[in-house]
Nanobody
């Protein structure tokens, strides 16, 4: 069963950047689309960016973060790490960030906390 491990979050000042990492392990098959979700305090978990491996294209459905996100994969391999760079960070980006497939069919990982101070 696939396992997802997110890392790269932290406490940062507004205006700076962070690059989040997602490791897929023990993947039983190939899924074409993977993405990053975020969950704000008291909010729902929403999709903010996704990458389609077969076309190597990136998509950003969250308009509030559009223009400040870059999603990428290290290579075309099925277990290739997935990255999300956020720049510049804003206080409203404070959330727990998760990776998963799109739709999110894998068990959720622990996520990585991003806290942005003004």
């Amino acid at each position: 069963q696939v396992q997802l491990v997110e890392s790269g979050g932290g406490l940062v000042q507004a205006g700076r950047s962070l690059k989040l990492n997602c490791q897929f392990s023990d993947s039983p098959g190939v899924r074409d689309t993977a993405g990053w979700y975020r969950q704000t305090p008291g909010g729902d978990r929403t999709l903010v960016a996704f990458h389609i491996r077969s076309s190597d294209t990136a998509h950003y459905p969250d308009s509030s973060m559009k223009g400040r996100l870059t999603i990428s994969r290290a290579s075309a391999g099925a277990n290739s790490p997935l990255y999300l760079e956020i720049q510049p960070l804003k206080p409203e980006d404070t959330a727990v960030y998760f990776c998963n497939y799109v739709p999110p069919v894998a068990p959720w990982g622990q996520g990585t906390q991003v806290t942005v101070t003004a």
